[in-house]
């Protein structure tokens, strides 16, 4: 399964992405600004998704939001 980001770029456990656009957090009133940094990041089951940790909370985003550092 080959898991790409907004650019098309391949995507694979443990690399870094940005957060390419502001996006609410659902269920909370927070929300991750454009830039954010994702560290570390835990390919799950979809191609369509990955797992990081953002501003110390486990979360699963949208590759297409996301941009390979």
Do not use: P, W, Y
Not at 6 to 20: A, H, R
Not at 32 to 61: D, F, P, W, Y
């Amino acid at each position: 399964m080959d898991v790409k980001d907004s650019n098309g770029t391949l995507l694979n456990e443990g690399d870094s992405v940005t957060v390419i656009k502001d996006l609410k957090v659902k269920g909370s009133s927070g929300v991750i600004k454009r830039g954010t940094l994702v560290k570390n990041i835990q390919l799950t089951g979809s191609a369509e998704e990955i797992e990081g940790r953002v501003e110390k909370s486990h979360m699963v985003l949208k590759t297409c939001f996301l941009k390979k550092v």
